[in-house]
């Protein structure tokens, strides 16, 4: 889970305004005017929920800290009510047994760096470093397991090219430096993590998704190929020690340039002990001469009539299996997590049950399909489900519901649903 989707208690305890916080303020911006503000408010119930994680028998839970949290102004001051809640949540979770798998940033950047530029800013290296160093030094000795960033390519694109997600810039203009920066970011937060934490198990998390062109037309072809680049190596390559992907897209070559005055160009990769993906669907792609820069569209699974969710994502687990297949392929990748997987589907809440059979549908098929790429020898060692909890769904507000438990954002009140019974049948050996 994530802290910003579940945690509410926006203004409590010293906490700072995060981007999130402000972006969704503005009108229209997040369906229904939602707002993060209580969320799941796991601030204050987080024992109960974490009884829930053991319940269900999960082993690992997987969380982040809220750098507004830590750090209100998200560098100076250090809030010491911060730490104490996170020190809270971790000491609860291996009391009761569970591995506390943390996650450093996702998505929750503090509103007063972003006054400065956010990620757009070539000083975020230095603001993202003193983070990373506080939560290392403050929760390393019981922390092992670390995520540096949540999906780069989903906050950088959707944040700071498109505008649909805080803190709501577009352009290339903002969306180069903020590649570049949180390339570097990554890095270097590896490598802090490294030095800090003793016997730590790093990674990072990437979003990805097969990229299939829409016919074989070399123009339809040229297109798929210019998004994959975006969608799966863009940061990747670049950890990886390969440098930003070597290919004939004026895009990239623009960014390049871009960036060549940017500093530290040989910090930005570091040796992952594991790469994490996320993937919710792959993506057919056909030429679109009106579409700037990128040229291409994406052509959505209801057109091509094929199984969706009802976020309008392909189901489709072959899929899942060859993404997975495809990133273990580069050499330096060494170990694989699933750090996300799950679905939206419109859940009925009835007479107590929510009888929600195609999310378990989906994790049978995903959960084989991950294994047979195991069996095939790719080194994959781990899934996270996504999620625990319906929470707050970024732009898409409540509406869209991914959790094994159903909650009632009125109430607060948690019910289980078949999926997170079936899950814990699964993982009991039933
Ligand atoms: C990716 C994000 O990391 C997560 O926060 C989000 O809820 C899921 N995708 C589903 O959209």
């Known amino acids: 889970m994530a802290a910003q989707q579940n945690e509410g208690a926006w203004n409590k305890d010293g906490r ?21 503000s209580i969320a799941c408010d796991f601030y204050h119930r987080y024992k109960d929920d974490l009884l829930l994680v053991k319940a269900l028998g ?16 998200g560098t100076g001051k250090v809030n010491k009510e911060g730490i ?46 003193r983070y990373t160093t506080i939560c290392a030094e403050n929760f390393g000795d019981r922390v092992k397991n670390w995520i540096v960033l949540n999906e780069p390519m989903g906050f950088t694109s959707l944040g700071y090219m498109l505008g649909k997600h805080a803190p709501g810039k577009t352009g290339m203009k903002n969306f ?18 490294r030095s800090v934490v003793n016997k730590a198990f790093i990674g990072t998390s990437f979003s990805c998704s097969e990229v299939i062109p ?46 060549k005055g940017w500093k530290y160009m040989e910090r930005m990769s570091f040796d992952f002990d594991f790469i994490g993906l996320q993937n919710y669907f792959p993506t057919v792609i056909k030429h679109n001469p009106i579409i700037p820069v990128i040229q291409a569209s994406e052509v959505k699974a209801a057109a091509r009539k094929v199984p969706h ?46 009888n929600d059979e195609k999310r378990i549908d989906y994790f ?10 195991k069996k095939e ?19 898409e507000g409540y509406h869209a519901k991914f959790g094994l438990i159903h909650v009632d954002p009125e109430t607060q009140l948690r019910t289980i649903k078949n999926s997170g019974y079936w899950f814990r049948d699964l993982l009991n050996g039933k």
């Open 214 to 259: 829409y016919s074989l037309k070399p123009e339809d072809v040229k297109a798929a190929n210019r998004i994959d680049i975006l969608m799966n190596r863009l940061f990747i390559e670049p950890a990886l020690g390969m440098g930003y992907p070597n290919a004939d897209f004026a895009f990239l070559q623009k960014m390049e340039f871009a960036n």
């Open 16 to 36: 700072g305004l995060s981007i999130w916080d402000t972006f969704s303020r503005r009108k229209g911006k997040i369906k229904g005017n939602a707002k993060p």
């Open 364 to 373: 049978q098929q995903y959960i084989k399909a991950m294994h047979r790429a």
């Open 309 to 354: 969710t009802d976020m309008g994502w392909e189901l489709n687990a072959d899929s899942f299996y060859r993404i997975i297949k495809s990133f273990w392929e580069y050499d330096k990748v060494k170990n694989i997590l699933i750090t996300e997987s799950g679905a939206f589907f419109k859940d009925e809440l009835k007479d107590g049950i929510v």
């Open 377 to 395: 020898g790719v080194n994959i060692n781990g899934y996270f489900a996504w999620t625990l909890m319906d929470n707050f769904e970024w732009a």
């Open 84 to 129: 104490a809640f996170y020190n809270k949540v971790i000491d609860e979770c291996l009391k009761l047994d569970i591995i506390p798998f943390v996650t450093l940033y996702h998505w929750d950047l503090p509103h007063a760096l972003e006054k400065e530029g956010g990620w757009t800013n070539y000083r975020m290296l230095q603001w993202f470093s």
């Open 176 to 193: 180069f430096p903020a590649i570049h920066n949180a390339i570097l970011a990554q890095a270097e937060g590896g490598r802090i993590l």
């Open 58 to 73: 999960f082993k690992v839970f997987r969380f982040s800290i809220s750098w507004p949290r830590i750090l209100p102004e």
